[in-house]
């Protein structure tokens, strides 16, 4: 059994070994758990799915009406309007399985709460003079996580 100062070095080099082994074990759980909730709440991975079709769709529109050279605020505005429809349908019944149409404006007062943190995101794109396209598409996850929170809390709880 060593003593003094190589049971002292002895006795750190456990204790460091115990706290590494600690925190490779927090990664492994918390990757574990991560994992184990992406498996569970189907709900959101179908979201991320559907949201890939609406972002696209969305996206789509917004760069169409910039090349036909509407402003960005209308591009945005004419965007979501449309998107809506097509998204409450496919939000609604693929991601919540709900099929009620009265929900509809629960679901308009959360994309007129997206469309106006989106328009505040891009005039702050606009004031450092980035291309709005790119702002447009750099606002995208933000906006969908957003839009995400919004549905699943508040529109079909």
Same mark, same amino acid.
């Given at each position: 059994m060593p003593t003094g100062l190589p049971l002292a070095l002895h006795a750190y080099s456990l204790i460091s070994e115990n706290i590494h082994v600690q925190k490779?074990? %927090?990664n492994i759980m918390s990757i574990s758990d991560l994992i184990r909730v992406s498996?569970?709440?189907?709900?959101?991975?179908i979201f991320l799915a559907v949201g890939v079709l609406n972002t696209f769709v969305g996206y789509s529109l917004y760069a169409l009406f910039l090349a036909l050279h509407l402003h960005y605020s209308l591009?945005?505005?004419?965007?979501t309007f449309l998107c809506v429809l097509f998204n409450f349908k496919s939000t609604?019944?693929?991601?919540?399985?709900?099929? %009620?149409?009265?929900?509809?404006f629960k679901f308009v007062g959360g994309y007129t709460v997206v469309y106006f943190l989106n328009l505040i995101g891009l005039?702050?794109?606009?004031v450092f003079r980035v291309n709005m396209y790119l702002a447009g598409a750099v606002?995208?996850?933000?906006?969908?996580?957003?839009?995400f929170l919004i549905n699943k809390n508040i529109v079909f709880k």
């Open positions: 490779y074990a %927090q498996f569970i709440d189907k709900r959101f991975l591009a945005s505005l004419f965007a609604g019944y693929l991601v919540f399985k709900n099929k %009620q149409n009265n929900l509809i005039k702050i794109f606009d606002l995208l996850v933000p906006m969908a996580m957003t839009s």
